[in-house]
């Protein structure tokens, strides 16, 4: 029996897609359970041991204080610049260098709409604001107690202070995790230019074109010279702050390589 075809364009118009309504964001109540989730795949005890980090800084500080005197002045000075350059830093080398390693859980986020990219930009946003949220407790608490980080100190000062080597060490663990699959290494990558820094400043200082690329260049001079006037810190803290943005456009390209990152799994 013949069909009548005038019916088709009906039926086919009944069957056309209609768009879904845009995603909401999540509840507040969502948004914690899934902080408290990325937090239990980051190893929550590694943040637990930041924290401890920097109390037992902070325990040290006041009992140098509390010593007294100009040498107890300058120690509680010198261990504070510790904590807020080279200690932060190394901290953040080390969360983030275990932000994908070992974690199944990112081969089924790597198939869905949001991209590893994008789960790992958000952890690694959620291990960036602990990590600010520690160091901005402990400065707080050092500048009521009269830690002085330089003669002529401003909110930029601080914050570069904090976040150079926060941003060079953290984006080199991610790139040496990336890279060899292993979050030891990718601690290990991170960590060897501030060892160079700490161990080959004496050496290596004099050689004018060596001192941009000092990490933990405020705590080193202050260290070694007993001044807080650091020569070339602007040029230090813009050229390690270049460096950290050249590797977080290699380690975003990397991420965006989801086939790349599942065959180096394999």
Do not use: C
């Amino acid at each position: 029996m013949a069909t009548d075809e005038r019916v088709a364009p009906k039926s086919i118009s009944s069957l056309q897609y209609t768009p879904t309504v845009k995603r909401q964001r999540l509840p507040l109540r969502e948004a914690a359970l899934l902080a408290f989730y990325h937090l239990r795949l980051l190893n929550w005890w590694l943040f637990l041991l930041m924290l401890f980090g920097f109390v037992g800084v902070g325990a040290l500080v006041w009992l140098q204080l509390h010593i007294g005197g100009a040498q107890g002045q300058n120690n509680a000075i010198e261990l504070s610049l510790f904590a807020i350059e080279a200690g932060a830093g190394l901290f953040a080398g080390i969360l983030t260098s275990s932000l994908i390693v070992n974690d199944a859980a990112l081969e089924v986020t790597m198939v869905t709409r949001e991209g590893i990219h994008k789960v790992v930009a958000w952890r690694y946003l959620l291990t960036l604001f602990l990590l600010l949220l520690y160091s901005a407790a402990y400065l707080a608490w050092s500048l009521a107690n009269q830690i002085s980080y330089a003669k002529l100190q401003s909110l930029l000062f601080l914050l570069l202070l904090w976040l150079v080597p926060v941003l060079l060490m953290s984006m080199l663990g991610l790139f040496g995790s990336l890279i060899t699959r292993n979050a030891p290494l990718g601690m290990a990558i991170a960590a060897i230019p501030l060892g160079g820094s700490l161990f080959l400043y004496e050496k290596l200082y004099p050689i004018q074109a060596t001192r941009p690329f000092f990490l933990a260049y405020t705590y080193l001079h202050h260290a070694y010279s007993g001044g807080q006037n650091v020569p070339d810190w602007w040029t230090n803290h813009l050229a390690l702050l270049g460096i950290a943005l050249v590797f977080a456009i290699w380690n975003w390209w990397l991420l965006r390589s989801e086939e790349h990152l599942l065959g180096n799994g394999q």
